[in-house]
Nanobody, 122 residues
Framework: QVAIEESGGGVVQAGGSLRLSCLAS????????RGWFRQSPGKGREFVAL????????KYGDSVKGRFIIGRGNIQNTVYLQMNDLKPEDTAVYYC???????????????WGQGTQVTVSS
């Protein structure tokens, strides 16, 4: 069984930055694509970014392009999400997921973390 744990959420002012981390543990975790999704109250789940296991495929949601960066961390099996120029509309619970297919469709991911809250004040 794969376990996913997110960290790095918090409260930041608009224009600021935060860096989220996603640590995965379990069998074959290094073979999985990793995706970041977010959900705010009253809204559906939104795709944020993904990276596949070879790092050859990276995609971003339209609302975060040019501001967020996804990458592999220095710690094994860690993926980070660097969030810059944050806006109040970025406020949400951010989830990390792992799956065999690098896709923006959340339902295709097999393993999910509990999420970390990001709050951006205006």
């Amino acid at each position: 069984q794969v376990a996913i744990e997110e960290s790095g959420g918090g409260v930041v002012q608009a224009g600021g930055s935060l860096r989220l981390s996603c640590l995965a543990s379990g069998p074959r975790v290094s073979d999985y694509a990793r995706g970041w999704f977010r959900q705010s109250p009253g809204k559906g789940r939104e795709f944020v970014a993904l990276i596949n296991y070879t790092n050859a495929t990276i995609k971003y949601g339209d609302s975060v392009k040019g501001r967020f960066i996804i990458g592999r961390g220095n710690i094994q099996n860690t993926v980070y999400l660097q969030m810059n120029d944050l806006k109040p509309e970025d406020t949400a619970v951010y989830y990390c997921a792992a799956g065999s297919i690098p896709t923006a469709q959340g339902e295709m991911y097999d393993f999910w973390g509990q999420g970390t809250q990001v709050t951006v004040s205006s």
